[in-house]
């Protein structure tokens, strides 16, 4: 019988859903269960053939088992390997590689020296910084923000180079990243499956967590769901997410991308329209099931992105 791991954190309406509809559907050849773990040596294997993760980017205990999980052969829901995932800036430079649509975005070094670190440590960086050259690259209104973690933590609209410098001093150690703002009419989130099922909703991140999930009267049209479509596939795949979310922006008829990745997105039943929270739960519990299906073969240490 194959079995399948859900490890997950505050949320448990969605991961509860997906456990009993792949048992329900499981037929007595696949179940799931929540997976238990605490302190493991080097030679522990995992009882699962599939372990699907929405919690490890909180945790890095979690996140160094799955890893050794996954060269033993268990198959990982998202590839706990791609720790790049939050990388905003690397997001956007391998977005212009690939010609998808991104706000004008430039890495700062971070305000104060990173643990550890001392003047010394950075001969190499040019000083002083030439500001106004980013400023003019940029513009204003902009976005500053974390490079790395929950881009929303310590995230700042800024209007002029006054805010600018007001906001940048409280950033500490944190490596930022200056963004083009898009003033955008329209906003969406992108719920991609298996890297082939995508499904578009109405979306505002300015709002409250429970009422993110928003209806409009914005039609889409059928060009720019389309788009949609194809970037949300193209970025999962180039990835190796097999359960993403991605928010884009319009203003106009220009589509951009605000953001590439999120393993974790909220899924709570309370937050979702229920068509939405029914397609999820469907399309993610089938996904799973059929990783189990898949031929085990040795782990590839190495990734090309």
């Known amino acids: 019988m194959k079995k399948i791991g859900l490890l997950y954190g505050m949320e448990k309406s969605f991961p509860e859903a997906v456990l009993n509809y792949i048992n329900d559907i499981g037929s007595g050849k696949v179940v799931a269960e929540f997976v238990k773990i605490g302190p493991c040596c080097y030679d522990s294997i995992a009882e699962y053939d599939v372990i699907f993760d929405l919690v490890s980017n909180e945790v890095p205990f979690y996140r160094s088992l799955l890893k050794h999980f996954a060269i033993n052969n268990v198959k990982i829901v998202n590839n706990p390997f791609f720790s790049s995932e939050d990388d905003e800036f690397l997001h956007n430079s391998l977005a212009k590689l690939n010609s998808f649509p991104v706000p004008k975005t430039v890495i700062l070094p971070s305000k104060e ?47 002029n180079i006054n805010e600018f410098f007001a906001a940048f001093d409280n950033t500490g150690n944190n490596s930022m990243v200056l963004q083009e703002c898009i003033d955008y009419d329209n906003y969406f989130r992108c719920f991609t ?48 997410f097999d359960f993403n979310t991605m928010e884009f922006a319009i203003k106009g008829n220009q589509l ?50």
């Open 256 to 305: 951009y991308i605000i953001d590439f990745l999120n393993q974790a997105p909220s899924c709570q039943k309370a937050f979702l329209k229920k068509e939405v929270f029914d397609w999820l739960v469907e399309k993610t519990s089938k996904m799973l099931i059929e990783k189990t299906k898949q031929r085990k073969q040795k782990f590839n240490y190495f990734f090309s992105v």
């Open 193 to 240: 499956i298996g890297k082939k099922h995508t499904k578009i909703t109405d979306y505002n991140p300015t709002k409250p967590h429970h009422l993110r999930y928003t209806s409009n009267s914005f039609e889409l049209s059928e060009e720019l769901k389309n788009k949609m479509f194809e970037y949300s596939i193209n970025v999962s795949t180039l990835f190796d």
């Open 113 to 159: 020296h990173p643990y550890g670190t001392c003047s010394e440590t950075f001969q190499n960086l040019i000083y002083p910084i030439d500001w106004n050259k980013i400023f003019d690259y940029i513009g204003f209104p902009a976005i500053i923000k974390p490079n790395f973690n929950t881009p929303m933590q310590s995230s700042f609209k800024i209007y």
